[in-house]
């Protein structure tokens, strides 16, 4: 058989030959911004990539992207990968010092910025020597900004486009060559992070598009509003290509409204994001009456949704909620619940062709029998990591499964139900809060002589961070204690709750027990009070 190197960029081929009219749309606060077919999207990002071979980067160098879900991050996304650079995906979200120790271990060469993301910028550059080159996004000619004293070259997109641009043969390279970098937003410890090479991609892109999972297809219109700093936007940006489906880019704005009118002007009829802006959007179409009409299926990832929310959704929507489960490890995609699925079966889905599943005990032995019994999930498969960026052990048992820090029961029909997670962090919107920098941070005001962060389940976010203290001499302001994280950990982290116990539970090593503390604050035994964020 012919050789055939599964790589990314054929994707973005596909699609200009053979659906090159259909449109990448992108929205700015619910308003079309920009409007590009297939066939012009790919002789862009391909002449970005002769631009970017023009700053004298090379096959490997990791290129840093801070930035939205618009037509300029995705014509960078294939401009990078097309030429076996690596695309290192940036949440805004994250502090500074986060984001300056990720660049640093990637050692990024450029980085690409969101224009309203250049004050953040400004912050990370002081702190990131290994920066040559700032291209702006989403900004025209005039609109590049000094960035104070740091030595990297200012261009904006169209800039560097229009003086560096030049066609270049894309592909040619291994296919186990690296093409994204994402991490894992430092919330075990350090950063860490994960290398997604071209087959892992173009394989997991496959699995997605099957019927039983994302199954898009041409005549499909999707609103991408995962953000496309979440493992690749959740590999869709590489999905609706393959099968030339319409895409639509909201941008940074997601409110309820503005997707509401970007979906309607665009016949959305599949959407995928995290619950906290289905919510929203649902909240919207019902104080104002309005439908979308063409939209057929929303999928959500990120945190477990109750059944009651999903039907609660679909009544607001007018559309099927599928269910899924994944993580940064995983490409992300690890389970999701078949079109047409209803009640909990559909809690996280099954897994699909090319993922394996195991349940094991707390020793990391097999459970037998699988199915019904609570246990650790292992996962492995094409698109499963097998170590982190510069790990120097692999992170897999013998078998070669991934231990993903999840509690699961799978039923008797192979679907998922995630039960917990085997540590402490706290879900929240899709993103992860780790407890502990929260209460080091705490534990240094000198009236605090314990601190516990727990979860509170929500809504909207899924869980919540509530803040337990036991203090020593007066009581102590809410407000003062958050205060203290202040600008030392990201602002969706800092907890709306606030509660003071005489007594922290210890148990029996010593350490704060705190299985005992969010059972007695479920049970009303512990008060939270409300503070401002």
Same mark, same amino acid.
Not at 162 to 184: K, R, S
Not at 388 to 406: C, K
Not at 430 to 444: C, D, L, V, Y
Not at 510 to 524: F, Q, S, T
């Given at each position: ?97 986060? *984001? ?7 050692? +990024?060469? =450029?980085?690409?910025? @969101?224009? $309203?993301? &250049?004050? %953040? #910028? ?80 173009? *394989? ?7 019927? +039983?999972? =994302?199954?898009?297809? @041409?005549? $499909?219109? &999707?609103? %991408? #509003? ?308």
């Amino acid at each position: 058989m012919q050789p055939y190197g599964l790589t990314i960029d054929k994707f973005l081929d596909h699609a200009a030959k053979w659906f090159p009219d259909r449109q990448i749309v992108g929205g700015d606060a619910g308003r079309v911004a920009t409007r590009i077919d297939y066939a012009a999207l790919r002789a862009r990002s391909n002449r970005m990539s002769g631009a970017l071979l023009a700053l004298g980067l090379a096959e490997g160098d990791r290129v840093g992207t801070l930035a939205w879900n618009t037509q300029h991050h995705l014509e960078l996304y294939y401009a990078a990968m097309g030429v076996g650079l690596v695309c290192h995906t940036l949440n805004p979200r994250l502090t500074t010092a986060h *984001l300056a120790a990720m660049m640093n271990e990637a050692e +990024d060469r =450029v980085l690409a910025v @969101a224009v $309203d993301l &250049l004050p %953040l #910028a400004r912050e990370i550059l002081p702190l990131c020597p290994s920066i040559e080159h700032v291209v702006v996004l989403d900004a025209p000619l005039s609109d590049a900004e000094a960035l104070g004293s740091h030595p990297a070259r200012v261009w904006t997109h169209e800039a560097l486009l229009e003086e560096l641009g030049a066609e270049c043969a894309w592909g040619g390279f291994d296919e186990n060559a690296p093409a994204g970098l994402c991490y894992t937003s430092g919330t075990t410890g350090s950063p860490k992070g994960v290398v997604y090479t071209h087959r892992s991609n173009y *394989l997991h892109t496959l699995r997605a598009l099957q019927a +039983d999972a =994302v199954a898009l297809t @041409a005549s $499909d219109a &999707l609103l %991408l #509003a995962v953000p496309m700093f979440h493992a690749n936007g959740w590999g869709l940006p590489f999905a609706a290509p393959a099968v030339g489906t319409k895409l639509v880019l909201p941008g940074r704005a997601i409110d309820g409204a503005s997707l509401a009118r970007l979906m309607r002007d665009e016949g959305v009829t599949v959407a995928v994001g995290v619950q906290t802006v289905w919510l929203a959007l649902a909240d919207h179409l019902e104080e104002t009456g309005e439908e979308l009409p063409a939209l057929k299926r929303v999928l959500i990832g990120g945190s477990s949704c109750p059944d009651a929310l999903i039907r609660r959704l679909e009544d607001r929507l007018g559309a099927e909620v599928q269910t899924s489960w994944g993580m940064t490890e995983l490409s992300p995609i690890g389970t999701i619940a078949p079109p047409g699925t209803t009640g909990d079966a559909r809690a996280s889905g099954r897994p699909l062709m090319g993922l394996d599943l195991k349940l094991t005990d707390a020793e990391g032995n097999t459970l037998v029998p699988q199915r019904g019994i609570l246990g650790h999930l292992k996962v492995k498969g094409h698109s499963v990591l097998d170590r982190y960026y510069l790990g120097e052990s692999d992170a897999l048992d013998t078998e070669g499964y991934f231990d993903t820090g999840d509690l699961a029961m799978i039923d008797d029909s192979g679907n998922l139900t995630i039960c917990g997670r085997a540590k402490d962090l706290i879900k929240s919107g899709g993103e992860w809060i780790n407890p502990t920098e929260i209460e080091a941070i705490i534990g240094t005001h000198p009236a605090v002589r314990h601190v516990a962060v727990i979860g509170r389940p929500d809504v909207k976010w899924g869980e919540r961070p509530v803040l337990i203290v036991e203090t020593q001499g007066d009581d102590q302001d809410p407000q003062a204690l958050v205060r203290l994280l202040r600008g030392k950990v990201a602002d969706w982290w800092i907890p709306d709750q606030v509660a003071e116990v005489a007594a922290m539970p210890l148990a029996a090593s010593g350490k704060i027990d705190k299985n005992r503390l969010r059972a007695d604050y479920a049970e009303g035994r512990i008060l939270g009070e409300r503070v401002a964020r």
